[in-house]
Structures are given as C-alpha cells and as structure tokens.
C-alpha cells in the first residue's frame, strides 16, 4: 500500500495518490494532471477512480482532464449534481483498490454533497480518512461557501456537527486525519501548519470535536468571525460542477512569445490586463505602465483570485525568463485560463524598443522614519485587519489589501501616501493597483512592518487584552 499527499504550499492544498496492487486512486488532484500520471506509470499502474470530496471553491480541480486521459471514474459523494459523467456514490458504498476498500462516508456540512473517504487496509482495518474540507487539522470546513443553497451557515454548521459526531469521531483513536488543506487557506479559520494527524490527537486538540460541546454551542464557534471569502471561490466552485478548458488547451493558448510591439497590439486589442509576476523590489524599478504586479514567488494564485474580479479578464503576462509556463499553470489552477501570451524578452526587450516605463517609489525603514520627523506622514497599512489589530504603527490607517478594490473611495488621489504590508510582497501589490487607478502620490516602505520594527523606533501601538473586571 502506497500513500502519497502531494501538498501544494501556495494553495495550502493537498491531493493525495493511493496504490496497490497495480490500481491507483487520486483524490482531490489539482488542474495539471501529468504529476499523477506519472506517479501511477512509475508504479506500473492504472488510475482506477478519482475521488472528489466536493466542489471545492479555491481551486479548479483536474478530476475531469484526469478522466479523459487514463480512463479512471470520478466519484462524488451523495447529493452532488455535476455537469458532466461521474459515478454519485452511495452512503457507505466500498470501492476496491487493488488489495485496499475505500468507504464512502456523506458528511455535509462545508457543502451538502461533502464527502469523507475511509480508507481500510488489507486485512479490513480503518487505516484513514481523507477529510476534504470536513475536517482540517485544528480546525473543520467553514459552512458558508456551498453553491447556490436556500440552506444559512447556521443550518450547514449543523448539518456539519452531525456528519463529524455520526460519521467521524466514532472512528478508532489511531486513524490517519488527511485533510484537504493545512495552514494558509481560507477554507477555515484557524488550521493548523500540520498536514495531517491522528483522529486521536484530533479529538484532544481540535476545538470542533470537543465531547461535551453541544449543537448550539459549535454552530456559534465555527460561524462566528468568519470574513468574507475571496470573491473567486463561487466562481470556482461552478467550474468545478459545471465543467471548464482542459488544461493542455489552456497552457497551449497562453504560452505564446510577443515582441513588444505585439504585447502592445494584444493587449489594445483584446483590452488585455498587464500582469507582471516578477520580484516586488525588480517591479519597482520599471514596469509598464498601468501593470498590476502580484509576484509569482509569493501567494501568487489566491492573490490573483482575490483582487482580479473578472474570472475571464484577457491577460497578458511581464514574467521572469523561463518561467512563463508556471505562471500560467497557476493561473489555470485558480481559473484564470484567458491567457494571451508573455512579453517575449522581458522589460529588457521592452526597454530596447524605446516602450514607456513607470515606476514606483520605494524607500528603506530608515528613509521612512527621517521622513516622519519631518511632517505628518499619511500611512497605509495594507495588511489584515487581524493582523494591523494586534500591532500597528500608530499613524497608521488599517487598508487592507484583500478589499482595495471597494474601498479604493476612501482615499485620495491628491494625498501622498506611504504603504507598508508584512514583508513588502503586498505592499507592492497595493501600490500597483491604486498607480494603475491613478494614485501617482506613493511610496512603498521595503519590507514591511517587520523591517520597520527591526531597524526604527517609530512609534506603535500594541492590542492590550481588556482586563477582568471583579
């Protein structure tokens, strides 16, 4: 018995691949399907079922494309209505993987066609759970990203204590918990940075499966100080039911060299979106105007999901040398497949050709605060609200960047602003999205709070935990 969770950092997503006996299965795999291909060749292996444990909303999953290149079946839990051929299982149904059984446990709840897969061994014993988004390490599925449903959060929350009292918790101390993701995502609220763990250590530590909690009690814990999701999770969500692009029809349409003079042309025609996905600090130093920049070393994808409304936006891509191919794949992953190429030689190219370039200004921590002492500086923090609440300088205004795009009024075009994020990767996102609108009057503050923190003395404010009045 082989199991592999192949887990995908800037998603905070795990796929897994299980074999034996010459017969594969691969649960929740992500839009680019060669990786589990080429798992099940090197094993001499056929991929008999792909298992989906819902419609997820962060990503695009590959269970389709999958399908279509090795034959295997895609199953989906009771309840589930997808758009295309599947096997819709039934409650306790058993699948045969070579020598192991995989059992079909419905447990709605995050979505009503949510699905946890038991997975026993040879000899018949409860060896895992493959959890989707029922179960997280620390944590268990927000209740409020099911598509189109008449059902409130509350009524999901319920419907998830149930599924996690009648289904899960029942199970042996010592099954394997493999969740759908870990720490990072914004499937849940407080996961844990572990990607899997016992359902033991689960039931000691996971503030959802606490023995004495009571229905009422874990529908206001797991609803209570949930955010607004990212505005692409629906839009994701549908794909994944209704169908989408294969993906090898996706990379082949975006991977396409344009000299400047046709970026240009491209980017006239189809009012394209100028994506550069190089380094914060190599953006800043020159970039076309009007470019958004979400860098591709960082949480690339979900920021793209996050801040570009438009799933079907045309785009085209400033990336490193080389690395136009993985751009796209990420974008892909998150839905964003209208791709119409990639500046062919970079800003070198376009610098060469005498195209206009735009920069931004950015300054040291040390910079910063001299320029404090001189005036009273306008100060955007852009990071979370949870974030800027626990310490934040104290001039500063809380603007965070996963709502820039609605609350881009509350700022002025005429006032010059200095933004500052965590680490200088969102900043700089921020900076580019309000240059493009027509904020010209900024400077980014090079990395962050923390640089701030670790080389001024500016003045900040801490969270004082309110004491206990007797």
Same mark, same amino acid.
């Given at each position: 018995m082989k199991i592999e969770q192949i887990y995908t950092g800037c998603l905070a997503e795990a796929a897994y691949y299980i074999e034996s006996k010459g017969e594969a299965v691969v649960i929740d795999p992500l839009r680019e399907s060669a990786p589990y291909i080429e798992r099940a060749e090197k094993d001499g292996?056929?991929?008999? @079922?792909?298992?989906?444990?819902?419609?997820h909303a962060d990503f695009v999953s590959g269970h389709i494309d999958l399908a279509a290149k090795t034959g295997g079946t895609i199953v989906f839990g009771p309840t589930a209505q997808p758009n295309y051929d599947v096997h819709i299982a039934t409650d306790g149904e058993e699948l045969k993987v070579g020598d192991l059984t995989l059992v079909v446990l419905h447990t709605p709840g995050h979505t009503m066609e949510s699905t946890t897969f038991l997975l026993k061994d040879a000899d018949g014993k409860d060896h895992a759970i493959f959890t989707g988004d029922t179960l997280f390490i620390g944590d268990v599925g927000r209740p409020d990203l099911a598509i189109k449903t008449d059902l409130t &959060?509350?009524?999901?929350? !319920? @419907?998830?204590?149930?599924?996690? &009292?009648?289904?899960?918790m029942p199970l042996a101390d010592e099954v394997i918990v493999y969740p759908g993701h870990g720490a990072g995502s914004a499937c849940g609220k407080k996961m844990s940075k572990e990607t899997f763990a016992t359902l033991g250590h689960q039931k000691q530590f996971n503030y959802a499966l606490r023995a004495d909690m009571t229905k009422e009690e874990f529908v206001e814990e797991v609803t209570t100080g949930l955010v607004d999701p990212p505005? @692409?999770?629906?839009?994701?969500?549908?794909?994944?039911?209704?169908?989408?692009?294969?993906?090898?029809?996706?990379?082949? #349409? !975006?991977?396409?060299?344009?000299?400047?003079?046709?970026?240009?042309?491209? $980017?006239n025609q189809v009012e394209a979106l100028v994506l550069d996905t190089r380094a914060p600090q190599t953006f800043k130093n020159g970039f076309i105007p009007n470019s958004i920049n979400i860098g591709i070393d960082g949480g690339f994808a979900p920021w793209v999901g996050a801040l570009i409304v438009d799933i079907k936006?045309?785009?085209?891509?400033? $990336?490193?040398? +080389?690395?136009a191919d993985e751009v796209i794949m990420r974008l892909a992953r998150v839905g964003y497949d209208n791709i119409y190429g990639y500046l062919e030689g970079g800003m070198d190219a376009w610098k060469a050709a005498g195209k206009e370039v735009d920069e931004i200004e950015s300054i040291t921590p040390e910079e910063f605060e001299a320029r404090e002492n001189s005036s009273t500086l306008n100060i955007l923090d852009? &990071?979370?609200?949870?974030?800027?609440? $626990?310490?934040?300088?104290?001039?500063?205004?809380?603007?965070?960047?996963?709502?820039?795009?609605?609350?881009?009024?509350?700022?002025? #075009?005429?006032? #010059? @602003?200095?933004?500052?994020?965590? !680490?200088?990767? &969102?900043?700089?996102?921020?900076?580019?999205?309000?240059?493009?609108? +027509?904020?010209?009057?900024?400077?980014?503050?090079? +990395? +962050?709070?923390? $640089?701030?923190?670790?080389?001024?003395k500016m003045a900040r404010t801490e969270y004082v935990c309110p004491s206990t009045l007797l």
């Open positions: 292996a056929k991929i008999k @079922y792909i298992l989906e444990t819902h419609f &959060r509350a009524d999901l929350a !319920g @419907y998830l204590y149930d599924s996690l &009292r009648n289904k899960i505005q @692409y999770f629906p839009k994701n969500a549908v794909m994944n039911k209704m169908g989408y692009t294969s993906f090898d029809d996706v990379m082949a #349409k !975006g991977n396409v060299a344009l000299d400047p003079a046709k970026f240009e042309e491209v $980017a936006q045309p785009i085209i891509l400033v $990336a490193d040398e +080389g690395r852009v &990071r979370k609200k949870s974030e800027f609440d $626990a310490e934040h300088l104290t001039e500063a205004k809380n603007f965070p960047l996963d709502f820039i795009n609605s609350n881009m009024d509350e700022i002025n #075009k005429d006032t #010059k @602003y200095y933004l500052h994020c965590a !680490g200088g990767y &969102r900043s700089m996102i921020a900076s580019s999205i309000l240059k493009a609108r +027509g904020f010209d009057n900024l400077v980014e503050v090079k +990395g +962050g709070f923390k $640089a701030i923190v670790a080389e001024t």
